[in-house]
């Protein structure tokens, strides 16, 4: 931009050409669009300081984009209506979109962005209800609303984007006609209502809940019952008191730098908890389990000392055997559930992930994770068991069938039961998946068939050997435009299908976003302004992001290692997983990135 500004230098020494209307005005739009890029407040430039140094800069051509006043009311709404065409025509691009809305307080209203899913995170609306309370039926309303904006309007192609069928239609055909057959929310229960009533009255096919947040909600579950609990317990009083007191946190960091060897990893720090971090049980009680030895060090180090500080009991007995047992025994545990977790985030992780994750760890807890009571364990399970079936939808096990990728663990989870409650009768997999299809065919049993038929054909042709490579390295989408072609029935309902996501985690940057435009220091920007600055820094950001579904992006080997078990995992072969890890890789998707995966673009 600035290349733009400098004058050029002519051989004759002449003074540079006065600026034209024109000129001005595109480097102000320039100049607006790169400040709501970076969450710059519209009157940044607008000092002494600034005007001089560009002046200086330009050789006195551009002294800053203006007023905040000129830009916010004529410059703004200019660069949103570029952003806004690009987000449309992304939106058009896409074969299907899933649609999403998120909610929070924001100057104790509440706030609420509608987000298209294709699986990239676009938001195309934000709306306030004022006085109005936040019912199911209002949060309805205002979803069918917004399905009016312009955005939207645009990328229409002629269908109803999600508005319902004008006539009776059969699912299978509203599925590939309308252009937002599908809704994803949160779990609270405004918004489960919200979902489940739009299915009802025929808004939209189906709906489904959002995977990392059932995952999120696994985690809780598990904090209350033992061993987690003590573990989590003795986590918080140890970190919190070599975190929050001066003379603990001194010794301890004098303590880790005296123990550390040269070359070695060295010790992360201490984390605390919190719940709005994906299974924040994770990272407290993993990191205490790191810091064991330089905390119990630490204190031996106090006993020594002239001047001892004085140690609350509850932090002894969170570094004595029983805490340390009950820690060793939660942590595998918690690390798998937090790599699913991180998995089902992914831009890019299809709709079959997420019965594939959350099947293959229930099933592994029958093998696996034995230092965990039996009794724990089940509980663990039933937890698995009613979240998934709260929050999922017969589409996400159709989908698990036709995603070849998880083939070989599917005659380990096929037995499984899948209700919300204990007592209830509920299904397998298999059996959601034929839900599933009576769903699509409508009950027409002429329909349904030819369905069935053709899908055991897929399964026999995706189990081949020479099929397992494709499976591992390509998206289901990509391998669905691919090789699937032959089968003419259900070519067209899955590119359309694995355009959903698994969660909706991809919309809660658009409110981190937020709080860096609307600051306590610049709190009496207009809604419409907010809103406006909001949509083109997030939109922005995802249309910049790459496209996952014909690369390999990340190293499964940590999260194989946890959810699948050592025969599951030998059958699979390679360690490469087919969808992005939040943002990409820094090695290209050539697994150099060490044991762990990237997140080198969050």
């Given at each position: ?8 230098v ?10 034209t ?14 400040m709501?890029d ?10 002494d ?55 929070a ?19 195309y609306a ?28 645009v ?8 508005g ?8 299978w ?9 599908a809704v994803?929310?949160d ?46 317990r003795?986590?918080l ?10 003379r ?7 303590t880790?730098?005296?123990?550390a ?6 010790v992360?720090g ?24 330089t905390?119990?060090?630490t ?6 000392s ?26 595998p ?17 299809p ?5 594939g ?27 698995l068991?009613?979240?998934y079936?709260a929050f ?13 990728f998880?083939?070989p663990?599917?005659?380990?989870v ?9 007592g209830e009768?509920g299904l397998?997999l298999?059996?959601?998946r034929d ?7 409508d009950g ?20 081949q050997p020479?099929r ?5 390295r390509?998206?289901p ?34 409110f ?21 600055l909001?949509?083109?820094d997030?939109n ?10 014909f ?14 078990s ?11 997983s ?12 050539r697994?150099?990135?060490?044991p762990?995966?990237c997140r080198?673009?969050?």
């Amino acid at each position: 931009m600035m290349g733009v500004l400098v004058p050029a230098v002519n051989n004759f020494g002449a003074p540079p050409l006065p600026v034209t209307t024109e000129q001005l005005h595109d480097w102000r739009v320039l100049w607006v669009e790169a400040m709501c890029d970076s969450c710059l407040p519209l009157g940044f430039f607008e000092t002494d300081a600034w005007r001089a140094a560009l002046g200086a800069v330009t050789g006195g051509r551009f002294q800053g984009p203006g007023d905040r006043r000129m830009l916010a009311s004529t410059y703004v709404p200019l660069v949103a209506a570029k952003s806004d065409a690009r987000t449309a025509e992304r939106i058009r691009e896409a074969n299907s979109s899933a649609v999403f809305m998120d909610g929070a307080t924001v100057n104790r209203q509440g706030v609420y962005n509608f987000f298209s899913y294709s699986p990239l995170a676009l938001l195309y609306a934000t709306t306030r209800l004022g006085d109005v309370s936040p019912t199911g039926d209002n949060l309805l309303r205002a979803l069918k609303d917004s399905f009016q904006q312009p955005i939207v309007a645009v990328a229409r192609l002629g269908a109803s984007a999600g508005g319902g069928a004008a006539a009776p239609a059969p699912r299978w055909r509203r599925l590939l006609e309308e252009r937002a057959p599908a809704v994803v929310s949160d779990s609270p229960s405004a918004m489960v209502r919200m979902r489940r009533a739009g299915v009802s009255d025929g808004i939209f096919v189906f709906g489904y809940g959002c995977a990392a947040h059932a995952g999120n909600l696994v985690a809780q579950d598990a904090a209350k019952i033992q061993p987690f609990a003590l573990a989590l317990r003795s986590s918080l009083c140890a970190s919190i008191f070599s975190m929050r007191c001066g003379r603990p946190r001194t010794l301890h960091a004098a303590t880790v730098s005296s123990l550390a060897v040269p070359g070695s990893r060295p010790v992360r720090g201490l984390k605390g908890y919190s719940r709005t971090r994906w299974v924040g049980e994770s990272n407290t009680i993993a990191a205490v389990q790191e810091n064991l030895p330089t905390l119990r060090h630490t204190l031996f180090a106090n006993t020594l000392s002239t001047t001892p500080f004085d140690v609350p009991s509850s932090v002894k007995e969170a570094l004595e055997a029983p805490s340390r047992a009950a820690i060793g025994q939660s942590t595998p545990f918690l690390k798998a559930l937090a790599a699913m977790v991180s998995l089902l985030e992914a831009d890019a992780a299809p709709l079959s992930s997420f019965a594939g994750l959350f099947s293959t760890l229930r099933s592994s807890l029958d093998t696996y994770f034995l230092e965990i009571p039996l009794t724990t364990r089940v509980g663990l399970q039933r937890s698995l068991t009613a979240r998934y079936a709260a929050f999922s939808d017969p589409m996400a096990a159709l989908a698990f069938y036709l995603d070849g990728f998880w083939g070989p663990a599917r005659g380990r989870v096929a037995g499984l039961l899948w209700a919300m409650r204990e007592g209830e009768g509920g299904l397998t997999l298999s059996e959601l998946r034929d839900v599933a299809i009576a769903s699509l065919a409508d009950g027409d049993t002429a329909w349904a068939a030819p369905l069935q038929a053709e899908l055991s054909e897929f399964l026999a042709f995706a189990a081949q050997p020479a099929r397992a490579d494709s499976w591992r390295r390509l998206h289901p989408r990509s391998w669905w435009r691919i090789y699937g072609e032959r089968f003419v029935l259900w070519h067209p309902i899955f590119l359309r299908l694995f355009s959903f996501p698994a969660s909706a985690a991809g919309g809660e940057r658009a409110f981190k976003r937020l709080n860096q435009i609307h600051t306590t220091r610049h709190n009496r920007l207009s809604p419409q302004l907010v809103d406006q600055l909001t949509r083109i820094d997030f939109n922005n950001a995802q249309l910049r992001r790459p496209c996952y579904f014909f690369f390999k992006v990340i190293n499964r080997a940590q999260v194989a290692s946890f959810l699948c078990s050592r025969g599951v995992r030998r059958r699979w072969g390679g360690s490469w997983s087919r969808w992005g890890w939040r943002g990409g890789c820094r090695s290209g998707g050539r697994g150099r990135c060490g044991p762990r995966p990237c997140r080198s673009r969050r």
